[in-house]
């Protein structure tokens, strides 16, 4: 595209089948232990 | 729902549903301020003084495509898919470990008030450490990756526990099919050649407090005699970052209304030769001398546009270093369920106390109203479990209209609590930071784009 440019993301909305199966990191315990912070946590069937 | 903004010369398009961001050109960065409430006509008519008509028909037609694409404008069909993810049966898979109500440390803004958290100074015992480990499997159904974060007061002042704990652990991953995740947060004081080849065996992340400079983190981080612990921690902290190849690790600080010029602390640790940084903002009550105030904000905006322009800049230069709120996994991160549902506190992740009590997470600890059962008769609690369990961003008003919502998933339960005394609400300043934090992070994928 000329106007556009797009980085590579994960497209949420293909994520709703097949998330959630819970095995990724609990934002709590990486080093956040005051906010929460989710957004960088990486998703376990994506390492 | 789509956030633009301008940061360090970029024009940045989130598409918030669909988690696409765009970099575009000035053009485009108008037309799509106007798309959802103006005619394709009337954009035209409006924008054709300032750009070639013919350009702005290409913008539009590029917007189309996206739009069609499901990579702009995409709406918001989780709400109900939420209520499927919180129907299924709860399981626990985190637990941070209480091993010591107690601290060498005097800092002055711990929740854990010296780390007795509102209560008696206690050592957790192996058996109940054990208790724990056998109450989270028993209640972790098929999840495999269990964490256990050992926490405090601080826990080398327990160490023998935390040893033990970990070789039960590895005996009983085996015979249950489980993959023990364990993590260490320690001050530094009593760190050793010993606790550093344990943990760099047995550890999966380790985070290692510090606020900075040595004026900022003395005068927060005193010993109880009131010296500083800066020079204490310093070279042992560097050596163990060493020990585990700059990976695994988080040298962690926390920032208040004294040092409103954080930026200058991350950049200290980044000097100091870390690789993992995170520096985060102070829960106070307003009372506090040290608490962050709304008329702090302009100020921290800008300490974070600054540290995240400096970022790029080292990184160009090959000094990169991680800033832990920074960092956002755009190709591999978290799918919706997580996003929406939150960080699992009171539900999937608890804390239990030296004497084995149950809360919803660290923060609750000492407060009554939370104590959900023990790990020796379990969760008796479930109401408690069950209000957590239906707190995720559609359940907030506030975060309905925000676009930050799927990066920080409606927010800290304690914070809320702790400021309108209920965990369903939002923590005001700590928004508008995460939101400041969001933006920095895409404007740094940005920039990466080009290098």
Redesign the interface.
């Known amino acids: 595209?000329?106007?556009?440019?797009?980085?590579?993301?994960?497209?949420?909305?293909n994520?709703?089948k097949?998330?959630?199966c819970?095995?990724?990191?609990?934002?709590?315990?990486?080093?956040?232990?005051?906010?929460?912070?989710?957004?960088?946590?990486?998703?376990?069937h994506?390492? | 729902m789509v956030h633009q903004y301008k940061n360090n010369g970029y024009n940045i398009v989130l598409d918030v549903?669909?988690?696409?961001?765009?970099?575009?050109?000035d053009?485009?960065y108008d037309v799509i301020a106007l798309w959802e409430e103006t005619s394709r006509e009337e954009i035209i008519q409006r924008l054709n003084k300032t750009y070639d008509e013919a350009?702005i028909k290409?913008?539009i037609e590029?917007?189309e495509?996206?739009q069609k694409n499901?990579?702009l404008f995409?709406p918001d069909?989780?709400e109900e898919?939420i209520g499927d993810?919180t129907k299924?049966p709860t399981?626990v898979?985190?637990l941070?470990l209480h091993i010591a109500h107690d601290c060498n440390l005097a800092c002055r803004y711990c929740?854990a008030e010296e780390g007795e958290y509102h209560g008696r100074r206690a050592l957790m015992s192996y058996e109940v450490g054990k208790a724990a480990l056998d109450f989270l499997i028993a209640n972790s159904g098929n999840?495999?990756?269990l964490?256990v974060?050992f926490?405090g007061g601080e826990p080398t002042l327990n160490f023998q526990v935390v040893k033990d704990l970990v070789a039960y652990g590895r005996e009983q991953e085996k015979i249950h099919n489980k993959n023990f995740?364990f993590?260490l947060?320690t001050n530094g004081v009593l760190l050793n050649d010993d606790i550093m080849e344990f943990a760099n065996k047995e550890m999966d992340?380790v985070?290692l407090s510090i606020d900075g400079r040595k004026e900022v983190n003395d005068y927060m981080r005193p010993f109880r005699g009131g010296q500083g612990s800066y020079d204490v921690i310093v070279p042992k902290f560097q050596k163990f970052a060493d020990s585990r190849n700059q990976e695994r690790y988080?040298v962690?600080g926390?920032y208040t209304h004294h040092n409103l010029d954080f930026s200058k602390d991350v950049l200290h640790l980044a000097d100091l030769g870390f690789k993992?940084i995170?520096v985060?903002?102070?829960?106070a009550q307003e009372t506090d001398d040290y608490a962050i105030r709304e008329e702090d904000l302009p100020q921290l905006f800008a300490e974070y546009d600054a540290l995240a322009k400096e970022m790029v800049k080292r990184k160009k230069e090959g000094k990169a270093f991680n800033f832990?709120?920074f960092?956002?996994?755009?190709?591999?991160?978290?799918?919706?369920?997580?996003?929406l549902s939150?960080?699992?506190?009171g539900t999937?992740?608890l804390a239990v106390t030296p004497w084995g009590d149950l809360y919803p997470?660290?923060?609750f600890v000492g407060n009554e109203d939370f104590l959900m059962g023990n790990v020796f008769e379990g969760l008796k609690r479930t109401d408690i479990r069950d209000s957590f369990k239906s707190c995720n961003v559609y359940s907030k008003e506030k975060c309905r209209e925000c676009f930050a919502r799927?990066?920080?998933?409606?927010?800290?339960a304690?914070?809320s609590y702790n400021f309108h005394g209920d965990i369903h609400n939002t923590y005001d300043i700590?928004c508008a930071l995460?939101k400041k934090r969001?933006e920095c992070?895409i404007m740094i994928?940005?920039a990466e784009?080009e290098i």
Request: charged share 25%; hydrophobic share 25%.
């Open positions: 595209m000329k106007h556009i440019k797009t980085l590579n993301t994960r497209k949420l909305q994520t709703v097949k998330g959630g819970g095995e990724c990191q609990t934002s709590c315990q990486s080093a956040c232990k005051t906010s929460c912070t989710v957004g960088n946590q990486t998703c376990e994506c390492k | 549903n669909s988690g696409a961001i765009h970099i575009v050109d053009l485009t350009e290409e913008a590029e917007i495509e996206l499901g990579d995409t069909d989780y898919y993810v299924r399981v898979k985190a941070c929740f999840r495999r990756n964490e974060d926490f995740r993590t947060t992340n985070v988080y962690r926390t993992q995170s985060e903002p102070v829960v832990f709120h960092m956002i996994d755009l190709e591999g991160g978290p799918c919706v369920a997580k996003r939150g960080c699992g506190s999937e992740y997470c660290h923060q799927f990066y920080c998933s409606g927010g800290c304690a914070n700590g995460q969001v992070a994928k940005a784009a």
